[in-house]
């Protein structure tokens, strides 16, 4: 089809769909769509992964992103009641700036990105890449140091937020 | 290495603790593990310069083990300060939060891949948002976790963004493969290999709070209580230039035409920006704060000097030394004022210091001396040693406007030093200090001088 492959069709597709969706996320001013607008955005960037054969990549991005971290994200919104458009306009000076910042940023980015096509590939990735074993093969031996210290950084993590959500003792309490 | 065994393990103690209560022998044990780590650090220097450790994840080379002997030093101090921290709520979680912090800061001082750094900006950041918080009644403090939280997350994200890039060029998240890539193809790195350097750098300078990324800093450091404050900027700072220095100094060291242009902007503006709106500030703890901004300006003009190899190195180890050590005596002088002040830590409340706690005035003294760069104190020297680098190079310039803004830091630091000894007290009755504390003082002050008069103990130090 007008000389491109199917993938290469896909790749558009997801591309064009995935920043639309990321865009509507910003714009929208309900945060209940808001949200709803990043589980697709999610799903997009999930297809993404399967062009790029990491198949176990795609399914653990939607189990827990699009799954189990929106999920909690809707339940926030809901329990704080913040589905009504309560969200306060900005000042057209602060929009300005920060247009014209991103927009700078924006600019840098596409001025870098352009001409990256003729690169040649520094790493080529092999079909295999994405499979579960070849994923744990590498995180047990090459990246075993930044898996294992993970485990601190998500204790930290928790420890943090059952410090925060603790219900503090009353006056009362104390007294007693 | 070991010391970051010793540390990781320390916290997952302090959290056993809370089970079968032993909350009471924790303090000692933590303060012995810190002492322990620091002597393993001895025993590791020189011996495995250069041995790449977990398929070179981490490298524990002399000038991370000089850097984790910093932290540590300063960390042994931070936990005598804050003593009183550690006998509220939250106990064990504290000093878990505290310990994991330290792990991510020794991890940044020896990180030779990309995944490493990430991982030890967010363990040394994520215990760090949560205590800034941690005073939960107070709005200030939740205002300070939740901006350091919100700003921090931003960070990051320019962080991942710039590491991805680059290792869409390079192939690879190993700092010697990236140094190897740049000086390999260095006329025909693509376009897209230095808009990732850029991103990492906007990054580490938000981490460092230099200007314009410093709008957080005061907020945070009025906000969080005042021990969480001194954390911050002594070892916080310490560990992020630790980090900034390895990236900058060592693997971005080729492309240094590309950021050291804006760097030296970067530098300027902290410079002025910081020095004029600390000279206006009535809070000591904020104009703490816009001070440690022109710090950290200092230490990036080391950076700057790019080819200076090891003499940038030991500059940084220096001033981040002297700088950690006087502001741990000026935060345990604030944290007693502020206490007596109910927590206001307002110039009045400084006022007549030196008649109601004289130690503590000559302790607070001799650390503003040496955080304003006046001779014989540390201070002087690490600034001495800051400029001697940039001399003769195309940054004289940033020399001059150094000199200038840090005459507008003599006013601000000695507001506080007149206040103490030149105005009447509000309140006649003296301040009690713990015993420990006021040893610290001593200690903190003893050190500030003995750095300024022997210098050449720590420069010489990578021989």
């Given at each position: 089809m007008l000389g491109y492959t199917i993938t290469q069709w896909l790749f558009g597709v997801l591309s064009l769909m995935a920043i639309m969706f990321a865009l509507m996320v910003v714009f929208t001013r309900n945060p209940v769509n808001s949200v709803l607008y990043l589980v697709l955005t999610f799903f997009c960037i999930a297809g993404h992964y399967l062009l790029l054969n990491a198949q176990f990549l795609a399914v653990v991005h939607i189990v827990v992103y699009a799954g189990a971290i929106m999920v909690l994200f809707l339940f926030i919104i809901m329990l704080m009641n913040l589905?009504?458009?309560t969200e306060p306009r900005k000042h057209i000076v602060t929009r300005v700036i920060a247009g014209c910042i991103g927009g700078v940023l924006l600019f840098v980015m596409v001025g870098a990105l352009k001409g990256a096509e003729q690169l040649q590939l520094v790493q080529g990735g092999s079909s295999q890449i994405g499979l579960v074993k070849n994923l744990g093969k590498v995180l047990f031996t090459e990246f075993l140091f930044p898996f294992e210290i993970a485990s601190i950084l998500l204790l930290s993590a928790l420890v943090g937020a059952i410090m925060i959500g603790k219900r503090e003792k009353t006056v009362e309490e104390i007294g007693n | 290495m070991k010391g970051l065994f010793i540390l990781s393990g320390l916290g997952i103690l302090a959290m056993l603790a809370e089970i079968f209560k032993f909350k009471k022998v924790l303090y000692p044990l933590v303060l012995i593990g810190i002492i322990v780590a620091y002597a393993l650090g001895f025993t590791e220097w020189n011996a495995n310069f250069n041995i790449p450790m977990f398929s070179n994840m981490i490298r524990f080379d002399n000038v991370a083990l000089a850097f984790s002997g910093v932290i540590l030093a300063t960390s042994f101090f931070w936990f005598i300060l804050a003593n009183d921290y550690f006998e509220k709520d939250h106990i064990t979680d504290h000093f878990a939060l505290v310990l994991f912090a330290l792990v991510g800061a020794l991890m940044l001082t020896a990180f030779s891949n990309m995944t490493t750094l990430f991982l030890g900006i967010e363990i040394l950041s994520i215990p760090m948002y949560v205590l800034a918080a941690?005073?939960?009644?107070?709005l200030a403090s939740n205002e300070a976790g939740f901006k350091y939280l919100i700003m921090g997350s931003f960070a990051s994200g320019f962080l991942l963004f710039g590491i991805a890039l680059i290792y869409g060029a390079t192939g690879s998240f190993d700092l010697m493969a990236i140094r190897a890539y740049i000086s390999h193809n260095g006329s025909e790195l693509p376009a897209f290999f230095y808009a990732g350097v850029l991103l990492v750098l906007v990054a580490m300078l938000f981490k460092v709070s230099?200007?314009?990324?410093?709008?957080?800093a005061p907020d945070v450091y009025e906000g969080s209580p005042t021990v969480i404050t001194a954390l911050m900027s002594t070892i916080v700072k310490t560990a992020a230039f630790a980090a900034f220095m390895r990236l900058f100094l060592v693997t971005f060291g080729g492309v240094n035409e590309t950021w050291g242009m804006i760097l030296s902007v970067v530098i300027a503006l902290s410079l002025v920006v910081s020095n004029i709106t600390a000279a206006a500030q009535q809070s000591v703890k904020r104009m703490l704060a816009y001070s440690s901004i022109s710090h950290a300006a200092f230490m990036l003009m080391a950076i700057l000097a790019n080819n200076r190899g090891m003499a940038s190195v030991s500059a940084i180890l220096y001033y981040s030394l002297a700088y950690s050590i006087g502001s741990i005596a000026a935060f345990t002088v604030v944290y007693h004022v502020s206490k007596e002040e109910n927590g206001s830590s307002n110039l009045?409340?400084?006022?007549?210091l030196a008649k109601r706690h004289p130690l503590m005035a000559v302790c607070m003294t001799v650390a503003m001396l040496s955080l304003a760069g006046?001779?014989?104190?540390?201070g002087f020297f690490a600034k001495y040693f800051v400029f001697s680098l940039l001399i003769?190079?195309?940054?004289n310039w940033l020399i001059i406007l150094a000199i200038l803004t840090s005459a507008v830091g003599v006013y601000y630091y000695f507001k506080v030093i007149i206040a103490m000894y030149f105005k009447a007290p509000a309140k006649h009755d003296g301040i009690t200090i713990d015993s420990s504390h006021a040893v610290l003082l001593l200690l903190t002050t003893l050190i500030t001088i003995a750095l300024g008069l022997v210098p050449n103990f720590v420069i010489e130090i990578f021989g």
């Open positions: 589905n009504a458009d | 941690s005073r939960k009644r107070d230099a200007a314009p990324f410093h709008f957080w009045e409340a400084f006022n007549g006046i001779p014989v104190t540390s003769g190079t195309s940054f």
